[in-house]
């Protein structure tokens, strides 16, 4: 859609100002949306596509999981090294992000079919094995580039991890560097804080993990954590 549009640039232009010159502009539309960035506290942005879930091929988009949280958790690529780690990280506590009502998909710029291939192979080899949550293909790259973790150069995605809650509003980001994995606790300690947080009204502080104290969010009742917390 994007591109559409750039490829129209020069027309309109020229039909509003004959004597202007569009390639500036172009250019700035481009490097515009080369380093666009999801933000905190607005809509995450919408995604669909062929997914591999249980052995098969099923189209999904972000709507489909409008009042669950889900972790959309992009990598670089199939059939490498730190990938299978924490693809297979985020298997193994599946049940735990299903008792928070959250939902995970991981997301690549591999095809499908690469990805059936992958689940296929035993994790003794490199593989992942069967999943429990659905592998989505971006092999046209969109969904990675409007998360903003493209590397429009080398065509893979940065280890992102995105926290979406329930209203599709986006909550958390966390983006790795490509060998360095991702911590599956933290992730669910993000969803827990943020379900307190909703159901509570108090604000999580610095560590927390369910169970922990935590503060009112005014200057009166902030007092009562800080002075049981600095003793």
């Given at each position: ?139 046209n790259k969109n969904i990675a580039r409007d998360y903003g973790v493209l590397l429009e150069k080398e065509g893979i995605a940065l280890r992102g991890m995105f926290i979406i809650d329930p209203n599709g509003v986006l909550r958390q980001i966390t983006i790795n560097d490509l060998p360095i994995g991702r911590s599956v606790d933290e992730a669910l300690r993000v969803i827990e804080a943020l379900r307190f947080v909703e159901e509570h ?31």
């Amino acid at each position: 859609m994007f591109s559409s549009i750039i490829r129209k640039v020069p027309q309109l232009v020229k039909l509003a100002a004959p004597q202007f010159k569009p390639t500036s502009l172009i250019r700035a539309i481009s490097i515009s949306h080369q380093y666009y960035a999801p933000r905190i506290q607005e809509p995450a942005p919408n995604f669909a596509g062929t997914a591999v879930i249980s052995a098969d091929f099923k189209n999904i988009q972000l709507s489909d999981y409008k009042g669950k949280y889900v972790v959309l958790v992009f990598y670089p690529l199939d059939f490498t090294f730190v990938c299978p780690t924490e693809l297979i990280a985020l298997d193994d506590r599946i049940d735990d992000f299903k008792k928070l009502n959250a939902e995970v998909i991981g997301c690549s710029v591999d095809s499908h079919f690469t990805h059936l291939g992958w689940m296929n192979t035993e994790r003794s080899k490199g593989g992942l094995g069967p999943l429990r949550y659905p592998l989505l293909s971006d092999m046209n790259k969109n969904i990675a580039r409007d998360y903003g973790v493209l590397l429009e150069k080398e065509g893979i995605a940065l280890r992102g991890m995105f926290i979406i809650d329930p209203n599709g509003v986006l909550r958390q980001i966390t983006i790795n560097d490509l060998p360095i994995g991702r911590s599956v606790d933290e992730a669910l300690r993000v969803i827990e804080a943020l379900r307190f947080v909703e159901e509570h009204g108090e604000v999580c502080p610095a560590n927390w993990r369910k169970g922990d104290k935590t503060i009112k969010p005014n200057p009166k009742g902030s007092l009562e954590y800080f002075s049981s917390s600095n003793k």
